[in-house]
């Protein structure tokens, strides 16, 4: 059994009612949730939420609200992992047995339904704990600087001062979109980078959502690239 949660608390604090507002003409959530329905990858599509009205607009627009996430999970400091695993519990309480189960975030417009297919595909192959998308950092972090309150600029790695761009290390960091993970490494408390593998995805499809400004920023380059 495969299983879609979608954690929203109500509790936004730079962006008020986040989860749920409207963005390129539909509630932000609505993203994930026809992702999830159009992958056909699961068997529930479950949104884990404190909130009354998101959980209505959720279900509105196809998902599952069979409990309410409680308050202690639904703060600032509540990490990813113990609210999917206090999910899974409650789910295994109600009679169902999922084996995977993929967290995907409320806020990702930008999100495809094939990214969650080769990523299932890609930690069934790999066996790791997780699997979740990532993109090339912009810009070669060994060549980071550090800026002084004076003004003045360091290397973080002086090593590397001379050494040309081409021949420095690729890296990559986490996209924040959805993370597939067998039920053990949910409940098991794994750490999602430490045992995670990697489906790359291009930068132009990676936004983070913060601020008015970003909202806006992603709202215009979703409408000129899906809607005009």
């Known amino acids: 059994m495969k299983v879609a ?3 929203a608390r109500g509790g936004s604090k730079r962006i008020p009612r986040k989860n749920i507002k ?13 992702a999830a329905i159009d992958s056909k990858l699961f068997d529930k599509i479950i949104v884990s939420t ?17 409990f309410m996430r409680s308050s202690e999970l639904a703060d600032d400091h509540t990490p ?3 609210v999917i695993a206090d999910a899974i519990q409650t789910l295994q309480k109600q009679g169902l047995t999922p084996e995977y189960v993929c967290c995907i975030y409320p806020c990702v417009p930008f999100i495809l339904a094939n990214d969650l297919i080769l990523a299932y595909e ?5 066996s790791s704990g997780y699997c979740y998308p990532v993109t090339e950092f912009p810009s070669v972090i060994q060549r980071a600087l550090r800026l002084f309150p004076d003004g003045k600029i360091q290397p973080i790695n002086p090593q590397n001062e001379w050494v040309r761009t081409q021949d420095l290390e690729t890296t990559y960091f986490d996209a924040g979109q959805f993370y597939w993970g067998g039920v053990s490494s949910w409940l098991n408390g794994l750490g999602l980078q430490s045992h995670g593998s990697g ?3 291009p930068q132009w499809r990676v936004v983070d959502i913060d601020t008015n400004e970003d909202w806006l920023r992603a709202e215009l380059v979703y409408k000129s690239l899906f809607q005009e």
């Open 122 to 126: 890609l930690i069934k192959k790999l």
């Open 80 to 82: 990813t992992v113990p």
């Open 50 to 66: 404190d909130d009354i009205e998101i959980a209505s607009i959720a279900k509105a627009n196809g998902a599952e609200i069979p």
């Open 5 to 7: 949660i979608i954690p």
């Open 199 to 201: 489906l790359v995805i």
């Open 22 to 34: 409207s963005f390129a003409g539909q509630p932000m959530i609505a993203y994930a949730i026809r």
